[in-house]
């Protein structure tokens, strides 16, 4: 076990957030090593001096083909470590803090424009992020090198400010290969560390990458059997945790292929590998026996193992009373992460993380595109500390041109901004590309496969509530047709495989059609026009678990693209009333449910240049106020909360 200790000069929260980018890999080409199984790839990053302090550190990673040849055929494990060090620090950590599995590339070829990328959280890691620093890229595998390969490119994007908790120390417990024949070679592989607690040290994150490998009866451990693992603190089992992987059917990048579907130990092809997080409760100035254990376990033979490399992370009091901090947006984003949830229309899905001490209650929140965040909206919300939680955020037309959504949190609590600015603001580019404008009377062609049972599909509304909903499918290759009408606005279509499956092949989540099921055959869905019945839009059945369509009915996101009035329609939320601003070819005003159904009704008074429209009678919900004029309207949604 190695240990490191920081020293930190306290100061106040930074006014403003400087953010370094330091890319160590630029379109390296990687590939495998048949003779040895593992190929390094090392490249030098000049970081910030040491006197600097992080909030935040992300790694970005991206893949493509190598130039001229195909992408890689197999799930390869992956590793990224730190390794040697200049100024001050002179040795050579070999410290691993990221791991990833390469997907099954056997589809895509150069000259195909594939791409796609991965976000790493290295936060815990921020004070090793100084001066020159050699990373490491590990490569393994045994697949031949003369048509294959990988190009990649990995960055650090660094934060200054303070983190939530400021790093004491950081061991580095064990990183090694443990053999799983039984819980007592894992146990052997491994003796445990008995560390000091540091006096200033108010909480411990144990911090473990795990992934299992090998398929050995029974269950075919370790790759494809869930089993427990145990963190013990001094003898005492402090934490539970599966070493498994249930959503590799929902991975962003789809279809692969491989059996990418398949869940696995800690894994997914395709994906980083997520590190499993423990904050344990500490006595200061104390010793405590750090160790771990498995599920008891007997294998009929070798080839059993799991990859585990575990840290402990000595951390203090936490810097924020108020600090909620934006850790993603989910949509609107181009980000490969969220493909399946974009491009979306209706609600923008705003993460965030409480990092202070008090319970989130109220945010207020600016946002826009195209650097302007020129429209507001506030959401009542109990966030606990340390708890994740995502916003939703009503957006009505998209600019032309558009290259980016921006979102600020502007208050916390009724209180203006928080204790901590360096994380209230984010960005996420955009490429333009808006949902699908469909007639409004849509037929749902669908054709089942061998395996009804496992399908559903619902269609919600832009406040995220059902308005159509067809599930119970029984009959195998037969063809279901539904006809919907919808009203102007923004829907979400969601086409779910989770239903019970066969017992001649015991998994779903495979989508309609995968090449490694053949029992369940192929079937098809698809969208018709109303109007005429032929095709409007057909979906690919080699979707895993799930998928998501947003699409516009009676109008597009782009406001380009139609004629629109310009009005005002405040305040929003809304109580009792709301004040509509128009102009003077404005005609009527209509105010629809999420359901479509019109519930109120107003004309224009020429003499004036604006209405109020009593709504306290209103259940609560999220409502369209169309302004109809001559050629042209205009709607927004508005929140009523009574």
Known sequence: MRKLIFLFLLSSSFLSAQITTVQTHSDVVIQTKPGSGQTNYSGWGEFPSSDKTYSKVIATLTFECAPGLRCGEWDYLNYIFLGKRRGDKKDSLGWEIMRFITPYGFYWHSSDNWKHGWKFDVTDFGPLFHDSIEIIYRHTGY??????????????????????????????????????????????????????????????????????????????????????????????????????????????????????????????????????????????????????????????????????????????????????AITDIISPSDWYKHKRYNPSCGLAKIEVRNQGKDTVRAVDVNFGFNGNKDQKHWIWQNIAPGETAVLDIPIENVPSNTSSFDVEITKVNDIPSDDNITNNTMSSPLNSQFPSMHEETIIIFFKTNNAPTENSY?????????????????????????????????????????????????????????????????????????????????????F???????????????????????????????????????????????????????????????????????????????????????????????????
């Open 458 to 542: 619902r269609f919600f509304d832009a406040a995220g509530r059902i308005v159509y909903e067809r599930k119970g499918f029984t009959e195998a290759q037969t063809i279901y047709r539904d006809t919907f009408k919808f009203y102007n606005g923004c829907f979400q279509f969601e086409f779910d495989d989770r239903g019970p499956a066969l017992p001649s092949f015991p998994l779903n989540e495979d989508g309609l059609g995968w090449w490694a099921n053949t029992t369940d055959g192929n079937g098809i869905i698809q969208f018709r026009k109303g109007s005429t019945g032929f095709l409007d839009k057909n979906f690919a059945v080699d």
């Open 143 to 324: 697949e031949k090198r003369d048509d294959r390969g990988w190009k990649i490119n990995l960055s650090f994007e660094l934060t200054e400010g303070k983190p939530e908790r400021d790093i004491l120390s950081i061991n580095h417990l064990v990183q090694k290969s443990m053999n799983y024949t039984s819980q007592q070679t894992f146990a052997d592989a491994y003796a445990g560390d008995t560390l000091k607690i540091l006096p200033n040290s108010d909480v411990s994150t144990i911090k473990v990458l795990q992934t299992g490998h090998g398929a050995v009866q029974p269950n075919n451990c370790g790759e494809f059997c869930a089993k427990k693992r145990f963190i013990k603190i001094n003898g005492e089992s402090v934490n539970t945790q599966t070493v498994w992987r249930d959503d590799c059917g929902e991975n962003s990048l789809f279809p692969q292929a491989g059996t990418w579907i398949y869940d696995r130990a800690g894994w997914c092809p395709g994906d980083i590998v997520y590190e499993d997080n423990f904050d344990a409760k500490v006595r200061k100035d104390t010793i405590q026996f750090i160790d771990f254990d498995m599920e008891n376990y007997t294998a009929e033979k070798n080839g059993s193992n799991y990859r585990f490399t575990a840290y402990h992370i000595e951390k203090g009091p936490k810097n924020f009373q108020r600090d909620l």
């Open 544 to 642: 895993g678990t799930k998928f998501n369509y947003f699409f516009t009915v009676g109008h597009t996101l782009n406001t380009s693209s139609i004629k629109t009035l310009k009005t005002k329609v405040y305040p929003n939320p809304a109580k009792d009333e709301i004040l509509v601003e128009y102009p003077s070819t404005a005609k009527t005003i209509n105010v629809f449910n999420s359901k479509g159904q019109q519930v109120l009704s107003q004309s224009i008074d020429l003499n004036r240049d604006h209405a109020i429209l009593k709504i306290d009678h209103l259940p609560n919900g999220i409502y369209a106020v169309e302004v109809n004029g001559e050629g042209a309207n205009s709607t927004h949604k508005v929140i009523v909360m009574h």
